[in-house]
């Protein structure tokens, strides 16, 4: 079964400190994974996918298909980073708007 | 683009009463995608469209669940009859799906409380 678990519900952390937010999956196949953010007030937006390998706001992620795992990463958090955040996979040969996702954590960044 | 617009932002109905929810996709989106957030399940897909199509609905949770597109620029997704466990926040999304896709755009959601 595809399943995508986000350990922590909520990470709180001071500013300038690194962050690490977990994300694990089961699927079988070559999945592309995402990782959405929800900042307070504002809609769900794609903060990055595996596949275009980039860094945005500082953020990155690498896909470790051995560890079935696709964390996301920053150095130094900034207060601005407090969100939340949802790990998302899509199977590689499907719509990737049809897409199955974590429960969500919780990153609070504190002064 | 004022992205994908979603109506009424909140609905407050009691158990019982038919509820429709309005989706409004990004112009140009072939794909839109109706999702439920809850405390306990998180975010989960419920039906999916492209090309006004109903594509994939095992998320729809039972008959009382209906979606439909009528035309690429309009979808509802209908409740009837409300029951309390339907609170949730209900998000629609559109996509550009074939030749390169675009990320999954989403609406503000509309929050439903039933009693």
């Known amino acids: 079964a595809q399943r995508v678990t986000q350990p922590e519900k909520l990470l709180s952390v001071f500013k300038g400190a690194p962050v690490e937010l977990k994300c694990n999956y089961s699927?079988?196949?070559?999945?592309?994974l995402f990782w959405y953010v929800q900042y307070s007030r504002q809609r769900l937006q794609l903060l990055l996918r595996?596949?275009s390998r980039e860094s945005i706001k500082g953020f990155t992620a690498d896909l470790n298909k051995g560890e079935t795992s696709f964390h996301l990463k920053k150095p130094f958090a900034q207060e601005e980073d407090s969100a939340m955040y949802y790990c998302?996979?899509?199977?590689?040969?499907?719509?990737?708007?049809?897409?199955?996702f974590g429960q969500g954590t919780t990153l609070q960044v504190k002064p | 683009d004022a992205g994908v617009i979603q109506s009424p932002r909140h609905e407050v109905t009691e158990m019982g009463q038919e509820v429709t929810l309005r989706c409004k996709p990004i112009?140009?989106?072939?794909?839109l995608f109706w999702y439920r957030q809850t405390m306990m399940r998180g975010l989960e897909l419920l039906i999916y469209?492209?090309?006004?199509?109903?594509?994939?609905d095992s998320g729809m949770p039972e008959d009382r669940f209906s979606a439909k597109m009528p035309n690429a620029s309009f979808s509802t997704l209908k409740i009837q009859p409300s029951e309390p466990r339907d609170s949730a926040v209900y998000f629609c999304?559109?996509?550009?799906f074939g030749g390169g896709d675009s990320p999954l755009h989403f609406g503000n959601g509309t929050r439903l409380t039933v009693t």
């Open positions: 595996h596949i």
């Open positions: 112009s140009g989106h072939n794909s």
């Open positions: 699927y079988s196949g070559s999945p592309e």
């Open positions: 469209f492209n090309n006004n199509v109903p594509i994939d």
């Open positions: 998302a996979l899509s199977r590689g040969s499907s719509n990737t708007g049809k897409l199955i």
């Open positions: 999304a559109s996509s550009f």
